[in-house]
């Protein structure tokens, strides 16, 4: 009966789907089912007279491995998550027990440890942990899409209108323009981190990269320590790529800024170079799935602190970073490794401790192109007629105000949709058009326009609102809405909502 049940036993953990070792007292290998041969790579007689520092991966410290013989020396029972190394180099994660095996007399003369692998279960764990954190950027980044776009549309607006009253050619106006730029990087870089956040593609169009890259690096000059040195090489080929200047801008800011990082105690050099190649053949290619053609090369070298190999094997993870939590997310090389991949690129990195990092993006090239060159505020067409400017804001009336007086028209205006109502009740036909924020207290702009279509049909209504989420072309029509734009405007693109707006009625 006896040798029945240690039949029944040894067959059971023959056949168990989890990997079962046993050791001696000093921890020699004496036994290994088959499932540890599948997991581990190894065979028996390869780990057989053994320790199971065979498997070690490195990722556990010796404190680690002190405290659980500790534990199983004094008789009891250990468990925990480890990382292991297999026999071909993988690493994979598995949960384990360690028991004792004691004799007649209560003696310790073995150990048995029996392992479940769990390295799939930890992957769609932190795929979960990742999407969840994704969501949650991607509700604070809403969140604070409205005050933010507020802001900009401040520091644009009031910019507009003193470049427009400053003459052109002087130095001031100058300056206001590079003030301009900023604003509109800002405008544009929430975009971007709502489209992250969402996944969502953004528009593209024929761009040069030479221009991009030069103001990107006057930008990040201002930003560095001067123990830097920038080394720039540009070429100005004549083609261009299909992208957003935004996002090649992110993705340069994003490597140089790292690059800095990497330098900042000791300082050296940031060399950053752009050329054009043809790839003929996929034998070529840096990384598989591009297509052959032209590229551009764009490298971002340092001379900094470099990485080891299993940095570069999470380099391009989201949320993995070497920074202090107040430095950095871990969010920019994963942004950069997306954008490059949705324009048929590639990104590669090489990279030493002590003999620095050097990465190179490459983009598809087009035939297409448009001119590059700096941001003005353009002329606009004025017009005339009375505006009810509402928003709840005053910074935002203030500027409505300006601006509107400036294109022309008269304004008057109202802080909140209640008080605007009320003013449109007294004299409907006083107003040439309605333009309200769309998000504000106790009523939204939604419901002024409703209400106020319904005392004068024939009103031209726009609606502008900080929020990216507006209600749908439907509901805008039935509340005789003719026009919605995001903020922040410029003033161009005010006078234009504007002008489109009246000439529906």
Known sequence: MENERNSILA?????AAESVMITDKSGIIQYANPAFEKISGFTRDEIIGKKPSILKSGRQSAAFYKTMWETISRGEVWKGLLVNRRKDGALYEVEISISPIRDESGAITNYVSVKRDVTEERRLEQQLVRAQKMEAIGTLASGIAHDFNNIVTAILGFTDLVIDDIPEGTKTRRRLG???EAGLRARDLIKQILSFSRQNDTGRKPVKLAPIVKETLKLIKASIPATIEIRQSISSDGRSVLADPVQIQ????????NAAHAMREHGGVLEVSLTALEFESASYFPQPGMAPGPYFRMTVADTGCGMDSSMLERIFD?????KKP???TGLGLAVVQR???SYGGAITVTSEPGKGSSFEVFLPCITAGEKGGETVAPSVEKGSGTILFVDDDPSIIRLGRDLLRQLGYRVVT???AREAL???EKNPHRFSLLLTDYIMPHMTGTELAREAHKIRPDIPIAMITGLTQIPTKGEMKSAGVLEVALKPLTMEELAEIIKRAMSRT
């Open 11 to 15: 067959t059971a953990v023959e056949q």
């Open 318 to 322: 989201p949320f993995f970073t070497t």
């Open 339 to 341: 954008i490059v991949k």
């Open 414 to 416: 109202s802080r909140g």
């Open 326 to 328: 107040e430095e950095g």
């Open 250 to 257: 992110q993705i340069l800011m994003n490597l140089c800024t």
């Open 422 to 424: 009320n003013t449109f």
């Open 178 to 180: 590079y003030v301009r």
